[in-house]
């Protein structure tokens, strides 16, 4: 048996208000005037002066809003590292990436790709990637995907939907800023932060299991349950904790997998654009079967919060749609034998996933 080694974020730094001290983390960074900062940030905050206003903008530095109606993809990462290479007479000096996990993933795959050749298509899979990235720091805005520690970034590239799971891609420097998640929309904090519930879930009953696991998926599913179901906590405390939540339960499927609901989920956003935090919540409302008190849980939450989660979507779907969104799922091997174990295709069929998206 051979252990894996994994790189960790070296640097956080956590607490209300520490966006503010961006520009003191930056400044030893910057490795010349004519080396830029790229500020990758999500488009909602096109106009929002008390974001903005606090990120150091000096020389050539760049901010780059990203749209997010859609998750990244390869050719998106790679028409922007085509600009920065043509905007910048040097290499920047770091990217640093401010919104949920869709800009976070971007920021990361984009500090990868300014020191690898050809296409981000050409290094989604494991252990591709050969040349260190660029320096890079996260920054989230809404909590739950755990993309701000965890070693993969999540692209749909033009044949397969797949991480660049790499020693590079981990961010140098995370800014934990609960006070960021303010103005996130209710819907969208439900979904986002169920993405951490169901890395828990899956993670604590997945066959993978393991005490560096278990210890990190613990703690996430008990700052979840305070902060979507015991309730009594004031807004600040809720964002702080679920901050933290997220954290843990990136950590926690760092030495696991995730499983079922994943699995699906990854078949809905390929052929429908179904997205992550949605798609899994539409996928595990549906998965009794395999986590039952999980699920249970996850009913409660949902009615407790008033969400209403969107049905039929696989309503007017053909066979070959089904069958597009079987294959991608059923592909996902390491997601399955987590879930179900070394013999998951005893009872993981094409019929019996096509039986689960028609209850979609
Ligand atoms: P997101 O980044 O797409 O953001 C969801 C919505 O919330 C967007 O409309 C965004 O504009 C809005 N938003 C974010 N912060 C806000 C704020 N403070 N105020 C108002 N609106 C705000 O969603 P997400 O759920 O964070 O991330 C999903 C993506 O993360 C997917 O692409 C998925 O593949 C990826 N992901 C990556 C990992 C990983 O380990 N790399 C893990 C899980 C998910
Ligand atoms: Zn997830």
């Known amino acids: 048996m051979k252990y894996k080694n994994f790189p960790m974020v070296p640097k956080v730094v956590f607490g209300r208000g520490c966006f503010s001290q961006l520009d003191e983390i930056l400044m030893p960074k910057r490795k010349s005037d004519e080396a830029p900062f790229i500020f990758l940030v999500d488009g909602v905050f096109e106009n929002d002066n008390w974001i903005l206003s606090r990120i150091p903008l000096l020389f050539n530095d760049q901010i780059i809003f990203i749209p997010t109606d859609e998750e990244p993809k390869t050719d998106q990462v790679d028409a922007l590292v085509e600009k920065i290479r043509q905007d910048a007479t040097q290499m920047p000096s770091g990217i640093i990436g401010i919104g949920g996990g869709t800009v976070m993933d971007i920021a990361k795959a984009v500090s990868i790709m300014l020191t690898s050749q050809g296409s981000s298509a050409d290094y989604q899979g494991w252990d591709l990637v050969k040349n260190e990235a660029i320096y890079h720091v996260g920054i989230p805005t809404i909590s739950g995907t755990g993309a701000e520690v965890s070693r993969t970034t999540v692209l749909t590239g033009p044949d397969k939907k797949l991480g660049i799971n790499s020693d590079y891609t981990p961010f140098d420097q995370v800014v934990l800023d609960p006070e960021l998640t303010k103005g996130v929309p209710k819907d969208q904090w439900f979904y986002t932060g169920m993405d951490c519930y169901i890395h828990c879930i899956e993670s604590l009953n997945g066959t993978y299991l393991n005490a560096f696991s278990q210890s990190y998926g613990e703690k996430a599913q008990e700052l979840c349950d305070e902060v979507f179901y015991k309730g009594n906590l004031t807004t600040e405390e809720a964002q702080d904790k679920l901050m933290m939540a997220s954290w843990h339960g990136g950590m926690s499927i760092a030495y696991s997998q995730v499983g079922v609901a994943h699995a699906m989920s990854y078949g809905l956003s390929y052929l429908l654009g179904t997205k992550h935090g949605i798609g899994n919540c539409i996928v595990f409302d549906h998965l009794e079967e395999f986590y039952p008190e999980g699920v249970a849980q996850f009913k409660k939450m949902k009615e407790k919060h008033g969400i ?38 005893d009872t993981i069929t094409p019929e019996k996933l096509r039986s689960l998206y028609e209850k979609m």
């Open 308 to 345: 209403v989660l969107p049905t039929g979507l696989c309503a007017n779907l053909t066979d070959a749609d089904f069958d597009t969104m079987i294959n991608v799922s059923m592909g996902m091997d390491p997601l399955w034998e987590n879930a179900c174990g070394k013999n998951w295709k």
